[in-house]
């Protein structure tokens, strides 16, 4: 994007009118019902949020997998990394959800609608040297608890980002990958041409520790994946694209 482009977007997205979810009081009864409620497809039931006339009702239903990992942090202070935020409502969800942690969202679009003292919004696109530069300026030192890949979905982004985000997560804390199976489902997210395994593929080999065939990943940052990652656990939610993996980090 041209250098005048996404100035003239940056400043057009800090004068937009946003939500401010501080001031929303929502009876939490259930993440699942925060996700219908904000609109994000990780719930069980929700309307087509990529296209606003569709009456379609989609859900990958990833909720109770979240709970089941996440439901004793509820109230602890940290600091959660979304990559991919589309116009915010799983960030919103999750600030509502963890009263008490920082919800950090990645995207390279400007759509994000909601605010709040505890959601910080960084512009990026994973893809472009410049803006990763300026990414790791902003979040130089930083450790986050969570950190869930929801981008673009292509292979070769699922693996380098979670090679490059894997040291930005703390100690005993989450990578969570949600839909890693979309470029064995979707022909068009599958930019390897062959030269990568797909990633439950990949997944499986993290799981025993299993060297692998790769042009992105090389054998030293392999054995800093098998060194670091003690757990790996993979759930199928209610679509054929529905799958959700989470790490854990030693
Ligand atoms: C599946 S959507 C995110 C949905 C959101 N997490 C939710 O649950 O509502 C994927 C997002 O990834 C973003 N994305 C795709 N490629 C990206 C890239 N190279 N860098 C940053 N964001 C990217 C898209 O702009 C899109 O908003």
């Given at each position: 994007m041209k250098k005048t482009t996404k100035l003239f977007k940056k400043i057009i997205f800090f004068l937009k009118k946003k939500t401010n979810i501080d001031s929303q009081q929502i009876e939490v009864t259930s993440l699942d019902k925060l996700f219908i409620f904000y609109g994000t497809d990780k719930a069980s039931n929700v309307k087509n949020q990529y296209d606003v006339n569709s009456k379609q009702i989609v859900g990958h239903g990833y909720s109770k997998f979240y709970e089941k990992h996440f439901a004793s942090l509820r109230e602890n202070k940290f600091d959660l990394l979304e990559i991919g935020t589309w116009f915010g409502a799983s960030s919103a969800a999750f600030a509502k959800y963890f009263y008490n942690a920082n919800i950090y969202g990645i995207d390279?679009?400007?759509?994000?609608?909601?605010?709040?003292?505890?959601i910080k919004f960084l512009n990026c696109d994973l893809t472009n040297y410049n803006d990763l530069t300026?990414?790791?300026?902003?979040?130089?030192?930083?450790?986050?608890k969570i950190i869930i890949e929801d981008g673009?979905?292509?292979?070769?982004?699922?693996?380098?980002?979670?090679?490059?985000f894997l040291k930005y997560l703390d100690n005993d804390g989450y990578f969570v990958i949600e839909d890693f199976n979309a470029p064995?489902?979707?022909?068009?997210?599958?930019d390897c041409a062959n030269s990568e395994l797909f990633f439950d593929e990949i997944l499986s080999n993290i799981k025993n520790k299993k060297y692998f065939n790769s042009?992105?990943?090389?054998?030293s940052q392999q054995k800093y994946i098998f060194e670091n990652i003690e757990s790996v656990n993979v759930y199928k939610g209610i679509r054929k694209e529905s799958d959700i993996a989470f790490l854990k980090k030693k």
């Open positions: 390279r679009n400007f759509k994000f609608k909601y605010k709040s003292k505890r300026r990414l790791e300026k902003n979040i130089r030192g930083k450790s986050f673009s979905h292509i292979l070769s982004h699922i693996i380098k980002n979670l090679i490059f064995k489902n979707y022909n068009y997210l599958n042009k992105i990943l090389s054998q």
